[in-house]
């Protein structure tokens, strides 16, 4: 799954555990495992949702500091409005055994 570099570091230490996406259908299923930069996550689930539906714990899980920087992030596969379906995932990341 793609993750803006910025934000990788804080994926892969669990800072980051939910990501909003705007799919026209799904790219992930939960307990599927993805490479996320040097590391990979698990998806713990997944729903569509209406982004109104998205709340303040959300925003604060996906690292963003308001529902607009969280609404610009995941709109550039398009305008996202209130009522726009958008895939609410949350995931963990994975840590190897050595």
Request: negative net charge.
């Amino acid at each position: 799954m793609q993750f803006s570099r910025e934000l990788r570091n804080d994926v892969l230490a669990g800072d980051i555990t939910l990501t909003v996406r705007l799919w026209t259908r799904p790219q992930v299923k939960p307990g599927g495992r993805y490479r996320v930069g040097l590391g990979e996550i698990e998806v713990d689930a997944i729903e569509l949702v209406p982004f109104a539906a998205i709340t303040d714990a959300d925003v604060r899980q996906a690292g963003e500091p308001d529902r607009e920087t969280l609404r610009r992030r995941a709109a550039h596969a398009g305008p996202i409005h209130d009522d726009t379906p958008v895939y609410r995932i949350e995931f963990h990341p994975v840590t190897s055994a050595a």
